[in-house]
């Protein structure tokens, strides 16, 4: 069975505040068992090569072995054979079939075997280390030639003929040893001791140098570079601890045509030097790269070799993100260097293998459940749930929120955990009746009030409701008035809430408790009781309760307080005639003020006035301002009463407007000229009844007054002789303005005399000239058809007869033929119109 490799996360990526276990990992890690173990236990690898299916390990000793993706010995001949060399196995290809490997060793041989058949097996012994050898990736392909290509000091070319057999092209000169080969398509790249080529099988050309700098510490050949390609033009190198990403594009086509130059070139994209050197290089998703890293560093203490590391990148043009970083635990680290080490990988599996002497670890990306396993156990179950909501998995929704519902509450942070529980439950009466007893147990069933479902579709057992509001009356009476207002009652035992009310009622919460079972007897509909509380705790909600429940029955004898609470509602509600005026007014007897409030807008109301005699004293005694337009406007009060009233409060105006409705003008002008001392009024007064006698007693008034004379003579004209008044002025007389009222009275009096005469005039000319129209009218012809009956008989006016007969036509349009009148020489009244009269005049 396979083990897990013990990591850790080292990384604090895009945030400095975050910790090494706040990172979320992006690999996971297996280390190899089963049979490796067998073989690792006396040998040390080398070199590895993976293929989707097997992988392939060489060794110290020379040897090969197969084993499948677990670290089972897979039984091929290459298991079976021998030591395939006498010294290390340097590099292994495979194919892209996996049917052929080519293996290199510094016993200078290049050994090429198949899997299934010897048909095409190799053996080269060039004399030379072979560090080396890469065989076609379409190595099996019919015509492919099998080609292969190794490198000594040359990059040579190996391809089988028909007749010649084996045939060797060299592709290029080698500035020293060729350490690395990676074949892809038309293109392979290569590293020599100074650094990197790219040669174009199909122009048979090279696309160019990639010089490496020498590392400050060693040299250049002291380390190995690591070449993949990512993708059929994409080039990845990892060599001491720099890393260039290159492409291979196409040239402009004239360029290539006029240069001479080759189609393709190589373009370096992103270029970064690294905190550690570089053991293999790999690529992951897009701008990312997977780096076995080998610390510059040693151990402080022992002086040896730190835990190699893996990072994943994220490259720019010339820098990098580190994405995490993973400590490797393998075994034997602390003897190893750089070269040990090795990364292979499965590019379209994700899947990337780690190899050291004696250990190989396999990392994979994590999944959708091992992302979700790993932000559980570090508490990130938003995210996690995220995951899940995106990708599904083995995790459910609901399995992960009751975990971090659990930690919530763990951690006390009960809102949340409220909010949660709404987020995810909705409408699943089954989980929030299930999750909801996790709130009783830290008696924070307050929090999650405010979310629990109470609507039709999701209506929980009411027991969960009562323990809410149990909660609530304990802890926090506020609360539980503010639920009891809101919640629907259907959503609990109204008669269980109310007994649990009683049993815990204090005196503290008094007005609070009271309001809530007022609210818990109207669910009840024990309306007798909620009314009572209402008005004993003075609350305004009082009037809708009765309104809502047509209570107007029940508040009969309660009419003053209601008043006493709000008089305007109250006074509004008691005008819907739900309640007779006459037992309004009956219980408002002993409070004369609310009396007339009512009194007051009902009459504004309504249409009658049977409460207008007991309006007059209340007007004058609360508001004397209103009290003249009522009785002007009221004919249903008795006007002796309401005179002593006014007579009693010394309201003049009121006085005088009642005298005048009672007849008694000129005593009403003796209050207006005494008491109001409003000669304008008086005047006015005077002007509106036309009465002489009035006159004399206001000309009589203003005698020994110069100043009322003085208004006199300023309104006087065209209501009496202006001589009345002048007369009356004594000889001697100082009256200021005199002169100019005399002037204006006279002026006023010549032009009130003009427009008499002028309307004589027109009503004379007019007169005569209807007159003479009717003349004119009357002695026109009048126009007699068939149409027209006589007035007597009723037969048509024109009849054929021998004897011929007049017609007797008068100005009223009746007529008649002349045998028909009784009095034939009596034609100056019409008998029709003469009839008419007569019955109208006997008429009583």
């Keep these: 069975m396979s083990d897990h490799c013990e990591i850790s996360n080292r990384s604090e990526t895009y945030a400095d505040n975050l910790t090494e276990d706040d990172v979320e990992p992006k690999l996971k890690y297996v280390r ?64 892209s079939r996996g049917e052929q490997i080519a293996t290199c060793s510094d ?31 379409n190595h099996n392909r019919s015509g492919s030639g099998k080609r292969f290509i190794i490198g000594d000091n040359k990059l040579v070319l190996y391809e089988k003929t028909f007749l010649k057999g084996l045939k060797s092209t060299i592709l290029s000169d080698s500035e020293g040893q060729v350490t690395a080969i990676k074949w892809n398509g038309q293109f392979v790249a290569w590293a020599s001791s100074l650094g990197i080529h790219v040669y174009d099988l199909n122009e048979k050309c090279s696309l160019g140098f990639i010089q490496w700098e020498e590392p400050k510490d060693g040299k250049l050949t002291d380390y190995r570079c690591n070449l993949n390609w990512s993708n059929a033009t994409t080039l990845l ?32 994209m992103s270029t970064f030097q690294t905190d550690f050197f570089i053991c293999g290089i790999a690529p992951l998703e897009t701008n990312q790269l997977v780096v076995l890293g080998y610390a510059k560093e040693r151990d402080s203490e022992t002086n040896k070799a730190l835990r190699p590391i893996l990072c994943v990148l994220q490259y720019n043009a010339s820098d990098y993100i580190e994405i995490c970083t993973d400590s490797l635990s393998m075994r034997g680290y602390e003897e190893y260097k750089c070269d040990d080490y090795h990364l292979d990988c499965l590019i379209d599996e994700n899947q990337y293998f780690i190899v050291s002497p004696k250990d190989v670890v396999v990392a994979n990306l994590y999944e959708t459940d091992d992302r979700v396993q790993w932000l559980i156990e570090h508490g990130k179950f938003e995210q996690a749930m995220d995951v899940i909501a995106t990708h599904g998995g083995k995790y459910s929704l609901i399995t992960v929120a009751r975990l971090y519902l659990d930690h919530l509450l763990s951690l006390q942070q009960f809102d949340e955990a409220a909010r949660l529980c709404q987020r995810v439950f909705g409408t699943d009466k089954q989980l929030w009746e299930e999750e909801v007893y996790k709130f009783v147990k830290v008696k924070q069933l307050r929090s999650v009030s405010s979310y629990i479902p109470i609507t039709d579709a999701c209506k929980l057992n009411p027991h ?48 609070i408790l009271l309001e809530a079972l007022a609210i818990l007897y109207t669910h009840e509909k024990e309306f007798d009781r909620a009314l009572t509380m209402y008005l004993k705790l003075q609350h305004k909600d009082v009037f809708e309760l009765i309104t ?69 004293n209340l007007y004058a005694r609360y508001e004397p301002e209103k009290l003249l337009s009522f009785l002007k406007r009221s004919n249903s009060y008795p006007i002796q009463e309401a005179y002593d009233i006014c007579q009693g409060l010394k309201f003049y105006p009121e006085m005088v407007y009642l005298l005048d409705k009672m007849g008694s003008t000129r005593e009403a002008l003796t209050i207006i000229m005494h008491n109001l001392q409003d000669v304008p009024m008086a005047i006015d007064f005077c002007k509106e009844h036309d009465d002489m006698d009035l ?49 204006k009275m006279l002026c006023g009096y010549s032009l009130q005399v003009s427009i008499q005469e002028g309307c004589n005039q027109i009503l004379g000319a007019d007169y005569f000239d209807m007159h003479e129209r009717l003349v004119r009218v009357q002695q026109g012809a009048l126009y007699v058809t068939t149409d027209h009956v006589c007035g007597v008989c009723r037969r048509d006016i024109i009849v054929k007869d021998s004897m011929k007969a007049d017609i007797v036509m008068f100005n009223c349009r009746h007529y008649f033929h002349e045998p028909c009148l009784l009095d034939k020489y009596n034609l100056d009244i019409c008998i029709v119109c003469n009839t008419k009269k007569m019955g109208s005049a006997g008429t009583f």
């Design 32 to 95: 190899l068992s089963n049979d490796i173990k067998n073989i690792l236990s006396e040998e040390a690898i080398s070199c590895i090569a993976v293929h989707p299916r097997f992988l392939c390990l060489g060794t110290h000793w020379g040897r090969i072995h197969m084993l499948d993706h677990q670290g089972n010995c897979v039984h091929t001949v290459i298991n079976r054979k021998e030591n395939t060399h006498i010294l290390s196995v340097n590099k292994i290809s495979v194919d």
């Design 107 to 137: 016993d200078g041989k290049v050994i090429i075997s198949g899997l299934y058949t010897d048909e095409n097996n190799q053996v080269l012994s060039t004399g030379k280390i072979i560090k080396a050898v890469e065989l076609d990736p």
């Design 237 to 268: 190198i990892g060599w001491v601890d720099t890393v260039r990403i290159c492409v291979i594009r196409k040239r402009n086509a004239i360029e290539v045509s006029t240069r001479n130059l080759p189609a393709h070139i190589v373009d370096p």
């Design 464 to 511: 969960v409701y009562e323990m809410v509001l149990y909660e609530y009356l304990q802890l926090d009476p506020t609360g539980f008035l503010q639920l009891v207002k809101e919640w629907p009652p259907r959503l609990y035992n109204t008669k269980a809430v109310i007994n649990a009310v009683n049993d815990h009622f204090n005196k503290k919460d008094a007005n």
């Design 548 to 616: 809502t429940y047509n209570l107007y029955g029940m508040v009969k004898n309660c009419i003053v307080q209601l008043i006493e609470l709000d008089r305007e509602r109250a006074i509004a509600m008691l005008l819907k005639d739900h309640i007779p005026a006459e037992d309004v007014v009956r219980e408002l007897e002993q409070c004369e003020q609310y009396l007339y409030r009512f009194l007051d807008a009902y009459d504004k109301v309504k249409s009658n006035e049977k409460f207008h005699w007991r309006l007059v």
């Design 695 to 743: 006159w004399n007693d206001l000309i009589n008034e203003s005698v020994d007054k110069p100043h009322v004379m003085t208004k006199l003579l300023n309104s006087i004209a065209g209501f009496i002789n202006p001589e009345l008044l002048v007369d009356k002025i004594k000889s001697g007389q100082d009256i200021e303005g005199l002169k100019e009222s005399v002037i």
